[in-house]
Protein backbone atom coordinates (compact mmCIF):
# COMPACT_ATOMS: atom_id res chain seq x y z
CA UNK A 1 0.00 0.00 0.00
CA UNK A 2 1.63 3.40 -0.66
CA UNK A 3 1.47 5.89 2.27
CA UNK A 4 1.88 9.75 1.93
CA UNK A 5 3.70 11.56 4.85
CA UNK A 6 3.69 15.34 5.50
CA UNK A 7 5.67 15.69 8.57
CA UNK A 8 4.78 19.28 9.27
CA UNK A 9 1.49 19.78 10.39
CA UNK A 10 1.37 23.90 11.02
CA UNK A 11 3.75 25.85 9.02
CA UNK A 12 3.53 30.34 9.20
CA UNK A 13 5.32 32.34 6.78
CA UNK A 14 5.50 36.16 6.41
CA UNK A 15 3.71 38.00 3.72
CA UNK A 16 6.09 38.01 0.56
CA UNK A 17 9.04 35.17 2.08
CA UNK A 18 9.75 31.78 0.69
CA UNK A 19 8.10 28.38 2.45
CA UNK A 20 9.15 24.70 1.93
CA UNK A 21 6.39 22.45 2.71
CA UNK A 22 7.84 18.75 3.34
CA UNK A 23 6.09 15.13 1.62
CA UNK A 24 7.68 11.97 1.38
CA UNK A 25 5.46 8.98 0.74
CA UNK A 26 6.80 5.10 0.03
CA UNK A 27 5.56 2.94 -3.11
CA UNK A 28 6.97 -0.22 -5.01
CA UNK A 29 5.46 1.19 -7.99
CA UNK A 30 7.76 2.86 -10.72
CA UNK A 31 5.09 4.82 -12.61
CA UNK A 32 2.61 7.24 -10.46
CA UNK A 33 2.09 11.10 -10.30
CA UNK A 34 2.48 13.22 -7.22
CA UNK A 35 -0.08 16.24 -6.53
CA UNK A 36 -0.28 19.39 -4.32
CA UNK A 37 -3.51 20.41 -3.54
CA UNK A 38 -4.55 23.43 -1.94
CA UNK A 39 -7.97 23.79 0.44
CA UNK A 40 -8.45 27.01 1.67
CA UNK A 41 -10.89 27.41 4.45
CA UNK A 42 -13.47 27.96 2.05
CA UNK A 43 -13.08 24.24 1.80
CA UNK A 44 -12.89 23.48 -2.16
CA UNK A 45 -9.82 21.31 -3.18
CA UNK A 46 -7.68 22.86 -5.81
CA UNK A 47 -4.59 21.61 -7.79
CA UNK A 48 -1.48 23.20 -6.89
CA UNK A 49 1.04 21.20 -8.97
CA UNK A 50 1.69 17.90 -10.57
CA UNK A 51 4.56 15.65 -10.95
CA UNK A 52 5.15 12.70 -13.17
CA UNK A 53 7.06 10.30 -11.47
CA UNK A 54 8.98 9.38 -15.49
CA UNK A 55 10.41 13.23 -15.70
CA UNK A 56 13.40 14.80 -13.87
CA UNK A 57 12.70 18.15 -14.21
CA UNK A 58 11.01 19.42 -11.27
CA UNK A 59 7.70 21.27 -12.21
CA UNK A 60 6.81 24.60 -11.91
CA UNK A 61 3.62 26.87 -12.15
CA UNK A 62 4.38 30.73 -11.27
CA UNK A 63 4.71 31.08 -7.74
CA UNK A 64 5.05 27.33 -6.62
CA UNK A 65 7.51 24.76 -7.44
CA UNK A 66 8.57 21.48 -6.41
CA UNK A 67 11.37 19.11 -5.43
CA UNK A 68 11.21 16.58 -6.83
CA UNK A 69 13.70 13.58 -5.63
CA UNK A 70 12.82 10.27 -7.00
CA UNK A 71 15.41 8.03 -5.29
CA UNK A 72 14.28 9.62 -1.95
CA UNK A 73 11.07 9.45 -2.40
CA UNK A 74 10.38 13.44 -1.77
CA UNK A 75 8.34 15.68 -2.73
CA UNK A 76 8.73 19.39 -1.44
CA UNK A 77 6.68 22.13 -2.34
CA UNK A 78 8.22 25.62 -2.13
CA UNK A 79 5.90 28.69 -2.78
CA UNK A 80 7.52 32.31 -3.28
CA UNK A 81 6.44 35.77 -2.69
CA UNK A 82 3.82 33.90 -0.29
CA UNK A 83 0.44 35.96 -0.38
CA UNK A 84 -2.24 36.32 2.08
CA UNK A 85 -4.66 33.90 -0.08
CA UNK A 86 -1.99 31.17 0.10
CA UNK A 87 -3.40 30.51 3.68
CA UNK A 88 -5.25 26.86 3.08
CA UNK A 89 -4.45 23.36 4.22
CA UNK A 90 -2.16 22.03 1.61
CA UNK A 91 -2.13 18.18 0.68
CA UNK A 92 0.42 16.11 -1.13
CA UNK A 93 -0.97 13.43 -2.94
CA UNK A 94 -0.03 10.05 -4.59
CA UNK A 95 -1.79 8.50 -7.35
CA UNK A 96 -1.25 4.83 -9.22
CA UNK A 97 -2.76 3.91 -12.28
CA UNK A 98 -5.91 2.97 -11.05
CA UNK A 99 -6.95 6.49 -10.84
CA UNK A 100 -6.30 5.59 -6.91
CA UNK A 101 -5.08 8.59 -4.87
CA UNK A 102 -4.00 8.85 -0.98
CA UNK A 103 -3.70 12.47 0.31
CA UNK A 104 -0.97 13.16 3.21
CA UNK A 105 -2.44 14.13 6.40
CA UNK A 106 -1.67 17.64 5.43
CA UNK A 107 -0.07 20.59 6.28
CA UNK A 108 -1.94 24.07 7.45
CA UNK A 109 0.15 27.11 6.01
CA UNK A 110 -0.77 30.54 7.66
CA UNK A 111 0.45 33.50 5.86
CA UNK A 112 0.88 36.77 7.98
CA UNK A 113 0.83 39.91 7.14
CA UNK B 1 -16.59 25.24 -17.83
CA UNK B 2 -14.18 23.29 -15.17
CA UNK B 3 -17.15 22.87 -12.32
CA UNK B 4 -18.22 20.14 -10.53
CA UNK B 5 -21.19 21.28 -8.70
CA UNK B 6 -22.37 19.23 -5.49
CA UNK B 7 -26.12 19.21 -3.88
CA UNK B 8 -27.52 20.09 -1.29
CA UNK B 9 -24.54 22.36 0.46
CA UNK B 10 -25.34 21.04 4.24
CA UNK B 11 -27.70 17.99 4.98
CA UNK B 12 -28.78 17.36 7.94
CA UNK B 13 -30.35 13.38 9.03
CA UNK B 14 -31.57 11.35 11.27
CA UNK B 15 -30.77 7.53 11.59
CA UNK B 16 -33.60 6.59 9.97
CA UNK B 17 -33.54 8.61 7.15
CA UNK B 18 -32.94 8.01 3.53
CA UNK B 19 -31.23 10.93 1.44
CA UNK B 20 -28.81 11.28 -1.38
CA UNK B 21 -26.01 13.18 -1.97
CA UNK B 22 -25.46 14.58 -5.81
CA UNK B 23 -22.52 15.30 -7.88
CA UNK B 24 -22.62 16.90 -11.63
CA UNK B 25 -20.16 17.50 -14.11
CA UNK B 26 -20.23 18.73 -17.59
CA UNK B 27 -16.33 18.64 -18.15
CA UNK B 28 -16.89 15.67 -20.25
CA UNK B 29 -14.91 13.26 -17.66
CA UNK B 30 -15.10 9.85 -17.58
CA UNK B 31 -14.29 8.84 -14.03
CA UNK B 32 -15.79 10.22 -10.60
CA UNK B 33 -15.16 10.00 -7.36
CA UNK B 34 -16.55 10.27 -3.65
CA UNK B 35 -14.45 11.43 -1.01
CA UNK B 36 -15.35 11.52 3.04
CA UNK B 37 -13.42 13.99 4.96
CA UNK B 38 -13.38 14.40 8.51
CA UNK B 39 -12.78 17.85 10.27
CA UNK B 40 -9.10 18.59 9.83
CA UNK B 41 -8.48 15.53 8.28
CA UNK B 42 -7.15 14.37 4.07
CA UNK B 43 -9.86 13.38 2.23
CA UNK B 44 -10.62 9.50 2.06
CA UNK B 45 -11.49 7.95 -1.18
CA UNK B 46 -14.85 5.67 -1.39
CA UNK B 47 -15.72 4.82 -4.56
CA UNK B 48 -14.39 5.62 -8.03
CA UNK B 49 -16.54 5.07 -10.71
CA UNK B 50 -14.45 4.65 -14.13
CA UNK B 51 -16.88 4.99 -17.26
CA UNK B 52 -19.96 4.89 -15.17
CA UNK B 53 -18.53 1.00 -13.77
CA UNK B 54 -17.69 0.94 -10.07
CA UNK B 55 -13.93 0.10 -10.62
CA UNK B 56 -12.85 0.63 -6.83
CA UNK B 57 -15.27 0.24 -3.64
CA UNK B 58 -12.78 0.77 -0.31
CA UNK B 59 -14.58 -1.33 1.73
CA UNK B 60 -17.46 1.35 2.41
CA UNK B 61 -20.28 0.07 4.72
CA UNK B 62 -23.44 -0.67 2.36
CA UNK B 63 -25.36 1.58 3.92
CA UNK B 64 -23.70 4.25 1.32
CA UNK B 65 -24.29 2.92 -1.78
CA UNK B 66 -23.07 4.90 -5.01
CA UNK B 67 -24.62 5.59 -8.51
CA UNK B 68 -23.55 6.80 -11.89
CA UNK B 69 -27.00 7.03 -13.94
CA UNK B 70 -24.55 8.75 -16.32
CA UNK B 71 -21.24 9.94 -17.22
CA UNK B 72 -21.83 13.43 -15.81
CA UNK B 73 -23.93 12.59 -12.85
CA UNK B 74 -22.72 11.16 -9.45
CA UNK B 75 -24.82 9.91 -6.79
CA UNK B 76 -24.42 8.68 -3.25
CA UNK B 77 -27.66 7.01 -1.76
CA UNK B 78 -27.53 7.21 2.25
CA UNK B 79 -29.29 5.19 4.42
CA UNK B 80 -29.33 3.87 8.26
CA UNK B 81 -26.38 6.63 8.60
CA UNK B 82 -24.69 6.51 11.82
CA UNK B 83 -23.52 9.83 13.94
CA UNK B 84 -19.94 8.98 13.35
CA UNK B 85 -20.83 9.23 9.21
CA UNK B 86 -20.79 13.36 9.90
CA UNK B 87 -18.46 14.70 7.61
CA UNK B 88 -17.77 16.73 4.57
CA UNK B 89 -18.67 14.45 1.20
CA UNK B 90 -16.51 15.40 -1.98
CA UNK B 91 -16.76 14.45 -5.12
CA UNK B 92 -14.20 14.92 -7.54
CA UNK B 93 -14.05 14.07 -11.71
CA UNK B 94 -11.43 13.40 -13.91
CA UNK B 95 -10.30 12.36 -17.35
CA UNK B 96 -9.65 8.25 -17.07
CA UNK B 97 -6.35 7.23 -17.33
CA UNK B 98 -4.81 7.12 -20.84
CA UNK B 99 -3.57 3.52 -20.69
CA UNK B 100 -1.85 3.68 -24.23
CA UNK B 101 0.68 5.99 -22.69
CA UNK B 102 0.11 5.37 -19.37
CA UNK B 103 -0.97 9.20 -18.45
CA UNK B 104 -3.11 10.07 -15.59
CA UNK B 105 -5.28 12.93 -15.06
CA UNK B 106 -5.78 15.20 -12.10
CA UNK B 107 -9.27 15.34 -10.33
CA UNK B 108 -11.31 18.39 -10.14
CA UNK B 109 -13.03 18.66 -6.90
CA UNK B 110 -16.61 19.73 -5.81
CA UNK B 111 -17.24 22.12 -2.85
CA UNK B 112 -18.52 19.08 -0.87
CA UNK B 113 -22.04 18.96 0.99
CA UNK B 114 -21.60 18.75 4.85
CA UNK B 115 -23.52 15.98 6.50
CA UNK B 116 -24.64 15.37 9.78
CA UNK B 117 -26.24 12.54 10.72
CA UNK B 118 -28.17 13.35 13.99
Known amino acids: AQTVTQSQPEMSVQEAETVTLSCTYDTSENNYYLFWYKQPPSRQMILVIR??????QNATENRFSVNFQKAAKSFSLKISDSQLGDTAMYFC??????????FGAGTRLTVKP | DTEVTQTPKHLVMGMTNKKSLKCEQHMGHRAMYWYKQKAKKPPELMFV???????INESVPSRFSPECPNSSLLNLHLHALQPEDSALYLCASSQDMDVRVDYFYEQYFGPGTRLTVT
Open chain 2, 49 to 55: YSYEKLS
Open chain 1, 93 to 102: AFMKYNNDMR
Open chain 1, 51 to 56: QEAYKQ
